[in-house]
């Protein structure tokens, strides 16, 4: 199993400046780059300062400048926010720009927030479908000559401009939960990205039995698929308590902007209390030291070697949690020294 590490810049109060919070992303990415590390993934949203990633391709392309093997993908490109030609082309430009170290994971997006902004009137089922349509026109497009006529785009033949560096094009991965995502990921030859969010095992181990499933109906060759999961390597006991109560505010901060009822400020959500934390029981911290990948350094490693059991071929260490920079830093530092290398 390998490793990647999943990260954006993440702000949770006006008094933090956005140009530091970059260089502190950047700084995460190049120990994950010196560590061996396979890949880096930063995803796209718009107009949070919840998760700040207007343009993942860009940070992508200014973060091959930083870093000098380490793979650079999107995790996730929000699919119905783009025109496949665009997008093939400004993938396939990354690629040139990074001298073929892109990998496009792609999705239908999750917050209404975003839709009813940049999309009005859409909604998941629709998201899906483009998403659908828009994904297999990508190598099509990278090939070249292709012309489409589908329900959401219709254009002549059209070959991206430029061409990515890789013969075939960055791979593409698919952001998949339910069954009919995972079968039409693997029939269309694409890798898969899951993620159970706040949920632990049961909920792991469901996810690559879809995966199973879809592959068992398909004849081609088997792709790979990555799980995604907050972790956080502690000290000790008491760090664990801590990080478990700081990612149990996160994921209260999560599903609020994806209820998409409270006020939006300068890009900042109105603050929950502490009353609203302690009342949302799904989310308490105790229930995510149970189900997140989070523990010591033998902890983590033995929920790790249960993934790779399960056939898991690469671990996305999600290390956005609203926590500081030098807990973050510290606990990859302790994910890098203590238990990357017990799976070399």
């Known amino acids: 199993m390998e490793f990647s590490l999943f990260a954006h810049m993440e702000r949770t109060s006006a008094d933090q400046p956005q140009d530091r919070l970059y260089e502190e992303f950047i700084e995460l990415c190049k120990m994950a780059d010196d560590s061996g590390m396979r890949a880096v993934w930063t995803g796209e949203h718009h107009g949070m300062d919840f998760t700040i ?8 392309v200014d973060l091959s400048h930083h870093t000098k093997n380490v793979r650079l993908g999107t995790g996730t490109v929000i699919a119905p926010f783009w025109h496949p030609i665009k997008l093939a082309g400004e ?9 073929g170290r892109i990998e496009l994971g792609i999705a239908r997006g999750a917050y209404s927030y975003e839709y009813e902004r940049l999309h009005p009137g859409l909604d998941p089922w629709e998201a899906g479908q483009r998403m659908r349509e828009i ?5 099509k497009l990278w090939a070249g ?11 002549p033949s059209t070959t991206a401009a430029p061409k990515p560096v890789q013969s075939d094009g960055p791979p593409i991965w698919i952001a998949a939960r339910d ?9 269309n030859g694409f890798n898969i990205q899951v993620t159970p969010l706040w949920l632990g095992q049961e909920e792991i181990e469901t996810l690559m039995g879809r995966f199973n499933a879809a592959c068992a109906k398909h004849d081609g060759k088997r792709p790979k698929i990555m799980l995604l999961h907050h972790t956080y390597v502690g000290a000790d006991d008491a760090d664990v308590g801590q990080a478990a109560h700081e990612l149990s505010r996160f994921y209260n901060y999560f599903g609020a902007w994806f209820q998409n009822k409270r ?9 929950l209390t502490d009353d609203d934390i302690a009342a949302n ?25 249960r993934y790779q059991d399960l056939g898991y071929d690469e671990f996305s260490y999600w290390i956005d949690s609203g ?22």
């Open 91 to 99: 993938a396939a430009a990354a690629d040139l720009m990074t001298g």
């Open 179 to 187: 069954p009919n995502s995972h079968e039409f990921g693997v029939e």
């Open 53 to 60: 990633a207007p343009n993942p391709l860009m940070s992508l």
């Open 281 to 305: 029981g799904l989310m308490a911290a105790k229930n995510l030291a149970r189900d997140l990948t989070i523990g010591t350094s033998d902890q983590v490693t033995d929920r790790l070697r």
């Open 323 to 344: 926590m500081s920079f030098e807990r973050k830093r510290a606990s990859l530092a302790r994910f890098i020294d203590t238990v990357m290398p017990k799976f070399q």
């Open 135 to 139: 994904a297999p026109l990508l190598p």
């Open 145 to 155: 000559d292709c012309s489409h006529e589908g329900e959401f785009f219709q254009f």
């Open 263 to 271: 006020p939006v400020r300068q890009g900042l959500i109105e603050p």
